[in-house]
């Protein structure tokens, strides 16, 4: 009979014999992610009730309302397509001097706002897009974006019903490999009830650039975060649309700019 | 610590080297540790880079640096089973068999071994991988987890037995030096 620290030893060599193939991330995103996971740190220390991500992943807070959210777009420069407009059915051009939202300009106490802002910003390594309208059924959402001194381009598709509940807490985050001419995109969706679904289009294959991104329905607000795009950075979104119900209220960011901590 | 584009410092060096040698092996032992989860491990490995790399960028080589990152794992993994309520029950929906796992994550670890590993508790867990993996004596592993050098010794007799009963293996002496292995030359830079 084999003793037990033997056979665990022969489990760890398997499993590493297995892994020999895995492809390491580069030390250029290992760093960038460092940053992401500093200042993850610092937000969810602060966060009370905070969801965690991943096991060393980045917490989003579920306990902010969606005011907080309309709140932070009055800090971007928003292109709202109306509450009661339909949804763009083609790749949309968001405007860099559109207005901010009425919401967002209603708020009365500057200050109380800006903490708000603050507040909520910190939650999120970067938020591009949210959707307000209560009732949403998000049935599709794309995509790509870049940021500059940093050339990859990322595309993301959503199409999933997991956002028909949109009072829920569901996250949705997803896992792109973008080495250029590489085609990998790993998928995973985790509902609130822990259903976790995943999918790539290489199973075997490991993508050298590990970022990651998130879709999340957070007490009717779509949030879109990513954690792979340096703080500070610019972060321009392109060619994004979402296909949704006619209600549905789709509000894109054009630069958006994380406020310091 | 950014890279300014020039010629790379040293523990650029070493990081690089040790993600092109070592990052399968740490995957390998981050998820002993995450029932099986790939994508859970390949998250704690990243946070244990980033964690060694940040406080010590000063290692003689990237063996060194292995040492203190397969440190950080645990302390990494331990940590995000230790924080706030809410947050342990995101984590472990992310951990726990009740998940559905990915098609990656049920691959490349006995499976035997890997379902013996889920029954322990996460501090079990990181006490047999400790012991078992890294051949620290129970002293050391408490040190390293912050217990007590009997709480240590019974998260490790309760999980050694239970792992023994499972996987049908002789129950070593936990309380025994740790056995000299050798292992196989690693590739050097």
């Known amino acids: 009979m084999n003793t037990l620290d033997a056979v665990l030893h022969d489990a760890l060599a398997q499993s590493e014999r297995f892994h020999a193939g895995l492809a390491a991330p580069s030390v250029r995103s290992t760093i960038a992610r460092k940053r992401v996971v500093r200042r993850a740190a610092m937000s969810s220390a602060a966060t009370v009730g905070a969801v965690g991500i991943g096991a060393g992943g980045f917490a989003l807070s579920a306990g902010f309302a969606p005011s907080d959210l309309a709140a932070v777009g009055s800090s971007m420069s928003i292109t709202p397509s109306g509450s009661t407009s339909p949804a763009p059915s083609g790749p949309t051009s968001p405007t860099p001097s559109a207005s901010p939202t009425p919401t967002a300009t209603a708020a009365a106490d500057p200050a109380a706002l800006a903490a708000s802002q603050r507040a909520f910003c910190q939650q999120l390594p970067l938020i591009v897009a949210w959707s307000e309208a209560a009732g949403t059924t998000a049935t599709e959402l794309s995509f790509t974006y870049s940021s500059p001194g940093d050339p990859i381009s990322i595309g993301c598709l959503l199409s999933n019903a997991t956002l028909s509940d949109p009072m829920s807490t569901q996250w949705i985050y997803f896992i792109f490999g973008s080495t250029p001419g590489s085609d990998f995109t790993r998928q995973r969706c985790v509902d609130d009830k822990g259903t976790m679904t995943f999918e790539t289009n290489a199973p075997t294959e490991q993508s050298a650039y590990h970022s990651r991104s998130g879709i999340a329905c957070l007490d009717g607000v779509l949030v879109i975060a990513n954690e792979a795009v340096q703080f500070d950075a610019n972060f321009t979104l392109t060619d994004a649309q979402m296909k949704a119900p006619a209600e549905a209220s789709v509000a894109m960011a054009d630069k958006a700019r994380l406020l310091a901590p | ?189």
């Open chain 2, 1 to 189: 610590m950014g890279h300014t584009g020039g010629t790379m410092t040293r523990w650029d060096d070493h990081l690089a080297a040790l993600l092109e040698e070592r990052y399968p092996a740490l995957v390998s032992y981050a998820r002993m540790l995450t029932q099986g989860d790939l994508v859970v491990a390949e998250d704690l490995v990243h946070d244990a880079l980033i964690k060694v790399f940040v406080r010590n960028s000063r290692f003689a080589s990237p063996g060194h640096a292995e040492g203190y990152v397969r440190r950080a794992i645990v302390n990494v993994f331990i940590d995000g089973t230790r924080s706030s309520a809410r947050r342990r029950r995101a984590y472990a929906r992310s951990v726990t068999p009740e998940s559905t796992p990915g098609p990656e994550a049920s691959v490349g670890l006995a499976t035997d071994v890997e379902k013996a590993l889920a029954e322990l508790s996460p501090r079990e867990r990181a006490c047999i991988v400790l012991r078992y993996f890294d051949d620290l004596t129970v002293t050391q592993v408490a040190r390293q987890l912050g217990i007590a050098d009997g709480t240590a010794k019974r998260y490790l007799s309760d999980a050694s037995a239970r792992l023994a009963t499972t996987l049908g293996a002789e129950i070593p002496d936990i309380d025994a030096p740790p056995a000299v292995r050798v292992e196989a030359p690693r590739r050097s830079k």
